[in-house]
């Protein structure tokens, strides 16, 4: 799978996750097999500024290869921030027409940008001439704003705008601006825009939205076709879908259904907190290896016994108490359908079939686990 000029060796990596994808998320995602990662949406004027608001983008020498992504309102600010992203040492620079949240109604940014195609559009116009032939960049879209057919339109015209600008590829979440994070995911729409796309030389489509499992991964690829798949909240607390994944590409299915042992997760847990540590400080790293240790209880066979312990541990201390008492003897770990998040939704996948009236199914074919999804 090519990136503008450079490969990677296996079609996924770690999407952004404000407030989660950190360096210590990523080297953690790397150790167990993620190839490529993109840093969570970074606003482009704090970044600018300097100060505590450039600290998302200080790069570690082993977080590569790495996409820097960033989010405006204004192309000449944009273009800035992505030359200052290049300097930084970032490898693909990628722009932001997908976050669902608004914070200043005025100023549209993010997805609230497929509202206005022309902006989006002069934004990448700019972005890419400020780049040049440094970097490969790319850009990540929502499916459109809402269900509305001006939507669509408009998805279409920012699209063929980053085509236009010389853009590597995109990533399309196929969730609406709209339902934010609620509801499946249209394969279906992936799957239409990779027939309508494919004959386009040097770009790349990607997809996002419903991957929580490796098997996941994989059905993405077979039911739409993209070439990249973007792994999010299925990763969160669970580093081991990466390898999961290269375990399916070996064709070992069974390693692929294998659960992370008790030791297992114990050791990535501290590993965790060990990076944070030593990139955030301790302080710093405590309080956001709570967040981590609720989402990694999920594969404990006492999960919701430490989960609630990680909730009420209130210092770097209780979370040591933690996996000292809950950790200490190995065993087998949550299976894979007992592990998956409460959110997990099954995507919208077209079954072709002959004389089928109703295109979009609930997507079955990859996933065992149907019965808790
Ligand atoms: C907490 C959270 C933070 C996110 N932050 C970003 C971000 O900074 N940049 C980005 O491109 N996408 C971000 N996303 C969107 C994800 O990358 C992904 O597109 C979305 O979660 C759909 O995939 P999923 O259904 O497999 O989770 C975020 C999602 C969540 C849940």
Redesign the pocket.
Known sequence: MKIGNFQIDAPFFQ???????DTAMRLVARRHGCPYC?T??MLDILLLNGGKGRRPAELDDDDHPIAG?IMGAEPQTMARAADLLVDLGFDVI?V?L??PVKKIRKKLRGGHLLGEPEQAVAILRAVREAVGERRPCTV?LRRALDDDSRSAEAFHTVLQGAIDCGYAGAVV?A?TVEQK?QGP?NWGFLRELVEQYRATPGFFLGG?????GASDIFGMIEHTGVQLV?????CIGNPWIFEQARAIMRGDHAAADRPPTIFQQRDVLLNHLAIAARIHGEFAASIMMRKFGIRFSRHHPDSEQVRQRFIRSGSLRDWHQVVETWYARDGQGNSIDQAMPEEATPALCPVVQEGDPTPLRRFEASSSRNSVR
């Open positions: 999407a952004g996750l404000a407030g989660y994808s993109i969570e949406a992504q990628d932001n997908a976050c990540k979440h969730r994070y995911s996002s939205g419903d991957i929580w973007s792994v999010a909240r299925g």
